[in-house]
């Protein structure tokens, strides 16, 4: 008895959340189609709002694409974070910060 209540419980849900109308929907449409499409799974997730599976493949690709993409950014800027600490820290920059404070010191007089 708890199982069926379950059961119940869920279809109620699912038809409160508009989910049995959209798909009783695309069915329909499906089942109207005088030339069925070769996939029903792609046609439903088409009508449903979803990417073709050669959509998806493509958005993948893509994905992983710019995953390493990001990945050599990241690289690169921690590389060159890196450069400028050492840059930072050798005397010819340490000779240069003086100037420029000694510069900012005579603006002021």
Do not use: W
């Amino acid at each position: 008895m708890e199982k069926e209540a379950k059961k119940e419980a869920f279809r109620k849900y699912l038809d409160s959340s508009g989910v049995l109308d959209a798909l009783t929907k695309v069915l329909v449409a499906l089942y109207e189609q005088n030339d069925k499409p070769s996939s029903a799974l792609e046609f439903v997730q088409q009508k449903l709002g979803g990417p073709t599976i050669s959509e998806y493949e493509k958005l993948k690709a893509e994905m992983s694409d710019l995953n390493i993409k990001y990945n050599e950014l990241l690289a690169s800027h921690a590389e060159i974070c890196k450069e400028l600490e050492g840059l930072k820290t050798s005397p010819s920059f340490e000779k240069c910060e003086e100037m420029v404070d000694s510069d900012s010191h005579k603006d002021t007089l």
